[in-house]
T-cell receptor
Framework: AQKVTQAQTEISVVEKEDVTLDCVYETRDTTYYLFWYKQPPSGELVFLIRRNSFDEQNEISGRYSWNFQKSTSSFNFTITASQVVDSAVYFC????????????FGGGTRLMVKP | NAGVTQTPKFRILKIGQSMTLQCTQDMNHNYMYWYRQDPGMGLKLIYYSVGAGITDKGEVPNGYNVSRSTTEDFPLRLELAAPSQTSVYFCASNDRVENEKLFFGSGTQLSVL
């Protein structure tokens, strides 16, 4: 069975600090997709990124970067120079190729960025 | 741009009452989903649909029913509300299973007392 673990339930940083949100996943499948979503205080979920299991290239999008390492089954998310607007709950999720439509979500990490 | 619209945003039910959570999307997506999010937890899939007339159970379907008579609408029904169904409910849609953009509604906060 698949599982996603976000060990950090809550992180607090001061604005402009860098912060890394950890995500560790478990699956025996070789084909899968990994996602990060942001849930701001308003409640809706916002898609951030998707990676498939065959693409281990790290990705950077502005202040956001993602480090995918199959060897450690991790898909970590780093925010550089954090801002107050980054305050949200962040979810990592796993979709197996043969799992129909079942995204497995981690428990989420609440990030608080203080001014 | 409407996207995925859920109503109501908040609701309080008494044990045993029934209600329907509405979800509609205007993006012509084939796939629609209902998730629940318990406090401090990730989202769990309740039901999903791959097109009009087709629905299937997710991880936690007990106590819920769905229907998909049109591409746009995917209502979630609670027949006999129980305190264990107190949660935040999210509807979502996309046009392919593995598509990167899973569009979520703004959520319905339900309390069963």
């Amino acid at each position: 069975a698949q599982k996603v673990t976000q060990a950090q339930t809550e992180i607090s940083v001061v604005e402009k600090e860098d912060v890394t949100l950890d995500c560790v996943y478990e699956t025996r499948d070789t084909t899968y997709y990994l996602f990060w979503y942001k849930q701001p205080p308003s409640g809706e979920l916002v898609f951030l990124i998707r990676r498939n299991s065959f693409d281990e290239q790290n990705e950077i999008s502005g202040r956001y970067s993602w480090n995918f390492q199959k060897s450690t089954s991790s898909f970590n998310f780093t925010i550089t120079a954090s801002q107050v607007v980054d305050s949200a709950v962040y979810f990592c999720a796993l979709l197996l190729n043969n799992a129909g439509n079942m995204l497995t979500f981690g428990g989420g990490t609440r990030l608080m960025v203080k001014p | 741009n409407a996207g995925v619209t859920q109503t109501p945003k908040f609701r309080i039910l008494k044990i045993g009452q029934s209600m329907t959570l509405q979800c509609t999307q205007d993006m012509n997506h084939n796939y629609m989903y209902w998730y629940r999010q318990d406090p401090g937890m990730g989202l769990k899939l309740i039901y999903y649909s791959v097109g009009a007339g087709i629905t299937d159970k997710g991880e936690v379907p007990n106590g819920y029913n769905v229907s998909r008579s049109t591409t746009e609408d995917f209502p979630l029904r609670l027949e006999l509300a129980a305190p264990s169904q107190t949660s935040v409910y999210f509807c979502a849609s996309n046009d392919r299973v593995e598509n990167e953009k899973l569009f979520f509604g703004s959520g319905t906060q339900l309390s069963v007392l």
